[in-house]
């Protein structure tokens, strides 16, 4: 859902979660609902579904090897 909008920010420069959250919600909105995650036993009110699903996503690409992760920082690889 979320990898190519992961894949066209960090092509525009590295990013951190938060950053990647925020451009979900502006260039995705339809994809970021306030649906509660039910990964989680105890949800805050920070944390939705959609959350749960980009960062999924990213942990998919850099298992794939298209991008890692440095001081909390993504990166294209």
């Avoid at 749960?52 to 909390?72: P, S, V």
Wanted: aromatic share 8%; proline share 5%.
């Amino acid at each position: 859902m979320f990898r190519q909008l992961i894949l066209d920010a960090l092509s525009e420069g590295s990013k951190g979660t938060q950053e990647l959250y925020q451009l979900a919600r502006q260039r995705q909105p339809r994809d970021c609902p306030d649906t509660p995650c039910p990964h989680r036993e105890r949800v805050s009110n920070g944390d939705k579904e959609w959350m749960h699903e980009l960062r999924r996503n990213q942990f998919q690409l850099k298992r794939e090897g298209r991008m890692t992760l440095r001081n909390g920082m993504w990166y294209i690889v």
